[in-house]
T-cell receptor, first 116, second 112 residues
């Protein structure tokens, strides 16, 4: 069964350092999402892509966060510089907008970031 | 404002017992409502999905209900198992944008 892949699974970094997360969506899924989930809370949307274009990045802290999906397939989320408050789980999800599945998003396993 | 609220925040039950989790929402327009199970350190996995016209949906020992008039949903777990220990997240999908509105989750712990 096809899955959303993310790497690394865990990342520990010091504040002010740069970190990057990678996501490979399910093949053929044109829509890709990055979420941030703070412990004990629900996921919060950071950015949504349709193919290589950003559809929604209204909640992305653009002074330190950036995201790209250059060829409309895999995606990278970067934080520079990392701050203590960035410690969270970063989830990637993908969706095939053409499928009659009530627009289900499929989630990857996430990257757990710890900023020291 | 679109919001999804869940209760209780956390719950501890003994193995074999039943439990019910609650979800109230104020999302408009409404497309569908989903319950996800999220194991610690993992991504959410879909359990059920219900549209406006559906009242009940089952998936094994999980049964979800939806009252679209009162904008309430519940997830009932029957004969709980240790593997049910996880967070359960209620998600309401907004109509038109298909944006996911997440609840904060209920953390369930099943004890032997």
């Amino acid at each position: 069964e096809a899955e959303v892949a993310q790497s690394p699974r865990y990342k520990i970094t010091e504040k002010s350092q740069a970190v990057a997360f990678w996501c490979d969506p399910i093949s053929g899924h044109a829509t890709l999402y990055w979420y941030r989930q703070i412990l004990g809370q629900g996921p919060e949307l950071l950015v949504q892509f349709q193919d290589e274009s950003v559809v929604d990045d209204s909640q992305l802290p653009k002074d330190r966060f950036s995201a790209e999906r250059l060829k409309g397939v895999d995606s990278t989320l970067k934080i520079q510089p990392a701050e203590l408050g960035d410690s969270a789980m970063y989830l990637c999800a993908s969706r095939d907008p053409g499928l009659p599945s009530y627009n289900e998003q499929f989630f990857g396993p996430g990257t757990r970031l710890t900023v020291l | 404002k679109n919001q999804v609220e869940q209760s209780p925040q956390s719950l501890i039950i003994l193995e074999g017992k039943n439990c019910t989790l609650q979800c109230n929402y104020t999302v408009s327009p409404f497309s569908n409502l989903r319950w996800y199970k999220q194991d610690t350190g993992r991504g959410p996995v879909s359990l059920t999905i219900m549209t406006f016209s559906e009242n009940t949906k089952s998936n094994g020992r999980y049964t979800a209900t939806l009252d679209a008039d009162t904008k309430q949903s519940s997830l009932h777990i029957t004969a709980s198992q240790l593997s049910d220990s996880a967070s359960y997240i209620c998600v309401v999908v907004a109509g038109g944008t298909y944006k996911y509105i997440f609840g904060t989750g209920t953390r369930l712990k099943v004890l032997a």
